[in-house]
């Protein structure tokens, strides 16, 4: 998968923020299946310093159990009932290269 890939809508439901110096990835996910079959997540990393997976709090447990299969660095938000979202475990900050950067902060501000 290229920047191209992770920038458009054929990534799901993928949310990037993105400042001058930061690049935040979250990945939501509305289902279980959704949750456990996903297999594009690794993809997204090297894009951002900080990604996320959001998940309702009925997906938790699963949610738990699919972060095991990644790196430590990533992280949790929970959405609640309520519509909040609430940190179950907060990302790490990576870096990423500097080509990467420009090129996201390049698409997005091209969309």
Do not use: W
């Amino acid at each position: 998968m290229n920047i191209g890939d992770v920038i458009s809508n054929r990534c799901g439901q993928y949310g990037v923020v993105v400042d001058s110096e930061v690049i935040i990835g979250v990945e939501i996910k509305t289902g279980i299946g959704d949750l456990r079959q996903d297999s594009k997540i690794h993809y997204y990393l090297e894009f951002c310093h900080f990604f996320c997976l959001a998940v309702t709090q009925e997906l938790l447990p699963t949610a738990q159990q699919k972060l095991n299969s990644l790196p430590d660095y990533v992280g949790l938000i929970i959405i609640t009932e309520q519509n909040k979202a609430v940190f179950h475990k907060h990302a790490t900050r990576r870096e990423i290269s500097d080509y990467y950067k420009s090129e996201v902060l390049r698409r997005m501000l091209s969309r």
